[in-house]
């Protein structure tokens, strides 16, 4: 569960004008002492990921990306012997998308192949 921005400053302003350590402020509030600790090293939430793949090449995916742009991940996940979620969570880090195409399924094309604009700084 994560807490509003106002009520981790509420509980470190607290914790600071009656002088309380850690385990005393989280009692009061009825939080985890570790809760209380972390916000005061950093005050706001993490929202992107800061640890890189490790499991999948990214350069070898974006590779087989350009070379086989119509396959499925349960194949990408097979060329690149690793799971079909470790593919999945990679295809979306590197913003590949799969949309269907604006024409109609009649014109014989199903789906195609989009590069999302943060993708570009890779």
Known sequence: M??????????LRVRCERGLIFVKASELFGISKQTVYNWSKRIASRKTRYKAATKIDMAALSE?????PDSYEYERAERLKVSIRCVGYAL????????????ASQSGRLKALY??????GL
Request: no cysteine; aromatic share 18%; charged share 30%.
């Open 2 to 11: 994560s807490y509003d921005i106002k009520f981790r400053r509420y509980v």
């Open 64 to 68: 087989d990306v350009h070379q086989y």
């Open 92 to 103: 979306k880090r590197l913003g590949v998308t799969y949309k269907k195409t604006p024409q």
């Open 115 to 120: 590069f999302l604009p943060k993708a570009q």
